[in-house]
């Protein structure tokens, strides 16, 4: 009887006694399907290694050996006595060592306004570095508040010039204008400390001069004479004015009276003229006049009724 085998399956042709074998992964797709989620972005290369530190210069290194073993032999061949010799070279080393220890220095100066920043400069390479001092910078920012504030001299002048411009004003007005000068003191640039606190004549007057020297206060006193002087001035010439106006209206008034008086005198006829004719002074005396009868119009024309 036979037995059917699973395992065997039918191919044309013939049977197998194992099935196909699966395609091997080595025969996969090379290309990613579409929505893979692989990035194909570009990968940035490593990061260099970084120089290795500089060496301080010795005088056995490579670039200063030479100089060295110059400076040994010259210190060996300055003295017959090797004692003599050997200290020479030692010589020699130590300051070519120190030598070297002050290339290696930086030399620092200091500039900027002020003198603020430390400037480092590198002997070897000339290359320079700055710093800002914070210590160099606050005296810097001292000096100039020190600078900006006004000494007394100045705050004086300025108290006096506020308080003479306050006197200049009519008396009624001045208490008014130092209280706004105390409230807007800022304004003005006044330094009002110590000041009293309502207007008084004599400080005014005493504080107004304060900020002027000798010379300067001769200066406003004649100054202030000759305003006076200009003053009375001015009254005087004011008063000669009104003298002259008063004179002229007098005269003018004398000349309106010659003219009335020579016009009065114009308007009367003579006595000769004035015979045979009437004066009628109503209309019933003109009316009462006979025709071709002379009489005195009131314009003091003479004319003849009709």
Same mark, same amino acid.
């Given at each position: 009887?036979?037995?059917?085998?699973?395992?065997?399956?039918?191919?044309?042709?013939?049977?197998?006694?194992?099935?196909?074998?699966?395609?091997?992964?080595?025969?996969?797709?090379?290309?990613?399907?579409?929505?893979?989620?692989?990035?194909?972005?570009?990968?940035?290369?490593?990061?260099?290694?970084?120089?290795?530190?500089?060496?301080?210069?010795?005088? =056995?290194?490579?670039?200063?050996?030479?100089?060295?073993?110059?400076?040994?032999?010259?210190?060996?061949?300055?003295? *017959?006595?090797?004692?003599?010799?050997?200290?020479?070279?030692? $010589?020699?080393?130590?300051?070519?060592?120190?030598?070297?220890?002050?290339? &290696?220095?930086?030399?620092?100066? %200091?500039?900027?306004?002020?003198?603020?920043?430390?400037?480092?400069?590198?002997?070897?390479?000339?290359?320079?570095?700055?710093?800002?001092?914070?210590?160099?910078?606050?005296?810097?920012?001292?000096?100039?508040?020190?600078?900006? $504030?006004?000494?007394?001299?100045?705050?004086?002048?300025?108290?006096?010039?506020?308080?003479?411009?306050?006197? $200049?004003?009519?008396? &009624?007005?001045?208490?008014?204008? %130092?209280?706004?000068?105390?409230?807007?003191?800022?304004? %003005?640039?006044?330094?009002?400390?110590?000041?009293?606190? &309502? =207007?008084?004549?004599?400080?005014?007057?005493?504080?107004?001069?304060?900020?002027?020297?000798?010379? *300067?206060?001769?200066?406003?006193?004649?100054?202030?004479?000759?305003?006076?002087?200009?003053?009375?001035?001015?009254?005087?010439? &004011?008063?000669?004015?009104?003298?002259?106006?008063? $004179?002229?209206?007098?005269?003018?008034?004398?000349?309106?009276?010659?003219?009335?008086?020579?016009?009065?005198?114009?308007?009367?006829?003579?006595?000769?003229?004035?015979?045979?004719?009437?004066?009628?002074?109503?209309?019933?005396?003109?009316?009462?006049?006979?025709?071709?009868?002379?009489?005195?119009?009131?314009?003091?024309?003479?004319?003849?009724?009709?």
């Amino acid at each position: 009887m036979n037995t059917y085998n699973s395992n065997i399956s039918p191919l044309a042709g013939g049977w197998l006694s194992e099935p196909p074998k699966p395609r091997s992964s080595a025969f996969a797709p090379l290309v990613e399907p579409f929505g893979s989620s692989q990035s194909y972005a570009p990968v940035d290369p490593p990061p260099l290694p970084q120089p290795p530190p500089t060496k301080k210069p010795t005088p =056995w290194d490579k670039a200063h050996i030479s100089e060295t073993l110059a400076g040994i032999g010259a210190g060996f061949l300055s003295s *017959q006595n090797f004692g003599d010799g050997l200290g020479a070279a030692a $010589q020699s080393i130590a300051g070519r060592q120190r030598q070297l220890r002050e290339e &290696e220095r930086p030399d620092i100066s %200091y500039g900027g306004p002020g003198d603020q920043f430390e400037i480092t400069t590198d002997r070897r390479t000339g290359a320079k570095s700055y710093r800002e001092v914070p210590e160099f910078r606050a005296a810097v920012d001292r000096n100039a508040t020190l600078k900006a $504030q006004p000494d007394f001299k100045t705050i004086a002048d300025m108290r006096s010039r506020a308080l003479a411009a306050v006197a $200049q004003m009519p008396l &009624e007005q001045r208490p008014a204008a %130092y209280r706004s000068l105390l409230a807007h003191a800022r304004a %003005y640039g006044v330094d009002i400390t110590g000041m009293p606190a &309502e =207007w008084d004549e004599t400080y005014g007057a005493l504080g107004g001069a304060m900020g002027l020297n000798v010379n *300067q206060a001769h200066t406003q006193a004649r100054q202030d004479d000759l305003a006076e002087s200009l003053k009375d001035h001015r009254k005087v010439q &004011e008063a000669h004015s009104a003298a002259r106006v008063e $004179q002229g209206a007098a005269r003018v008034a004398q000349g309106a009276a010659r003219v009335a008086q020579g016009a009065s005198r114009l308007r009367t006829p003579p006595a000769s003229v004035s015979r045979g004719v009437s004066t009628p002074k109503s209309k019933a005396q003109f009316d009462a006049l006979p025709s071709g009868a002379k009489f005195m119009a009131p314009d003091g024309s003479i004319r003849i009724k009709p």
